[in-house]
């Protein structure tokens, strides 16, 4: 599976408007209702709070990778926003994130949610990657490093 296959410039906020981890969330999720991707905003943005709830989804170096699995979505879909001035979001390392990416999965499909947040939090590992994507300038710059990225 690749994330270049699931992301694209209208599933990408360069920069967020957020200032908060529920206004970013929210935001992300605005973005999947936009493309016509949930069919319950509610019921997606809920599973993704819920989530939150249990354990922080910021998961170190200026990254978070909020998700939840419900029924609003018929396949894994994928959302990221970038933010300029980084939120809180109490992760692991306390520090605020730049980097969301937000994947929300139906229920019954464990598979492709799992390899998606494991291949994520391995290019995230890259620490000049994620400078190039908190630099990034449009939606396209951000789905062309992440394409680039998987192809190296």
Known sequence: MLLAQIIQPGRVKVPLEAKDKT????????????????????????SVLTREQTRSTGIGSGVAIPHG???AVKE???AVGIARQPIDFNSVDGKPVSII???LSPIDQTGPHIQALAK???????ESFRSKLIDAASPQQVCELLSNKENE
Not at 23 to 46: F, G, P, W
């Open 23 to 46: 206004s970013a969330i929210t935001e992300l999720i605005n973005l999947l209702d936009a493309e016509k991707l949930l069919l319950s905003r509610d019921e997606a943005l809920q």
């Open 69 to 71: 699995k419900c029924k």
């Open 76 to 78: 894994l879909v994928m």
């Open 101 to 103: 990416i937000l994947l």
């Open 120 to 126: 994520i939090s391995r290019i995230m590992l890259d």
